[in-house]
């Protein structure tokens, strides 16, 4: 199967943390994270390179750190100083065979 599996979204509180995991059959290259909030755009907010090279969107930046582990072709991310506008289903996108993988999504949800 050509998947990506999630984990790790839930409820924080602000200026809490939570930790993303997107474990990736072999065959897919997991780009980075995106995430939607209801009636918005979904929007890129970190990505990583095959090399390790990051990039985040100014709202994440500081805040979220984007990393993969190899060995378990897993992508992970670290939220920390979590804020209310931070709410949203977060999605990992990859690719493979020439076309985009996409998970399933996971709820973030911050509010006290």
């Known amino acids: 199967q050509e998947q990506l599996e999630e984990s790790g979204g839930g409820l924080a509180q602000p200026g809490g943390s939570l930790r993303l995991s997107c474990a990736a059959s072999?065959?897919?290259?997991?780009m980075g994270w995106h995430r939607q909030a209801p009636g918005k755009q979904r929007e890129l907010i970190a990505s990583i390179t095959s090399i390790g090279s990051t990039n985040y969107e100014d709202s994440v930046k500081g805040r979220f750190t984007i990393s993969r582990d190899y060995a378990k072709n897993t992508v992970y991310l670290q939220m920390n100083s979590l804020k209310p506008e931070d709410t949203a289903v977060y999605y990992c996108?990859?690719?493979?065979?020439?076309?985009?993988?996409w998970g399933q999504g996971t709820q973030v949800t911050v509010s006290s």
């Open positions: 996108k990859g690719i493979g065979s020439g076309r985009d993988y």
């Open positions: 072999p065959r897919i290259y997991v």
